[in-house]
Structures are given as C-alpha cells and as structure tokens.
C-alpha cells in the first residue's frame, strides 16, 4: 500500500535532573505537561528512579529540537517560575533520539 502522505516522526527526548522532593514534583503533573506541551513537545511522560533518590527523567515527543533546546538553556518566565515551584535542580540533562 503507498502512502499519499509523508509520515513525519518526531524525535523524542529524555530530560534528566534532580528535584528538590518528588512527591511534590509529581503533583505538578498536568501543569508541567502543558507547560511542555506549549514548547513543542507531546507525548509528556514523568519517569522516577526506583532507588527512591531525588533524579527524575520526562520524556517528551518534540517538534523542534533546536527550540526546545533553548528554551531549557533560557526557559520563559512562565516556565521558569513553574520550574522553581516544581522544585527543579540544575543542571538539565537533554537526550535526543538518534
């Protein structure tokens, strides 16, 4: 069967960093969801580590690497104050799909 349209797959990405506590992290989930979703990213899934320790990872489907990118290195001030409140540590560890 051929395809009329091209299919177009996005690149996930796995962001790793430290939370200042997880419990308080997690209850954010909706809202860091959105704030994601809003720079381009999809598919927003929270992972924890199982030791119990504070490292956390979000995987994401994302439209436009380069953006999301610098919107990590330079978040907006919407996503930076929701950042703080989540209890994110830097640094931000970005991973890419190959």
Do not use: C
Not at 7 to 34: N, Q
Not at 75 to 97: C, F, I, K, N, S
């Amino acid at each position: 069967m051929k395809r009329d349209v091209e299919e177009h797959i996005m690149p996930k990405m796995v962001i790793t960093h430290a939370v200042s506590d997880v419990d308080k992290w997690l209850g954010f989930k909706a809202e860091r969801a959105e704030a994601i979703e809003g720079l381009g990213g999809s598919n927003v899934v929270d992972h924890v580590e199982r030791d119990g320790s504070n490292q956390i990872a979000v995987t994401a489907d994302v439209s436009d690497v380069d953006g999301m990118m610098a919107a990590l290195g330079s978040p907006p001030p919407d996503v930076a104050d929701a950042m703080e409140r989540h209890g994110v540590q830097p640094p931000l560890v970005a991973y890419v799909e190959a």
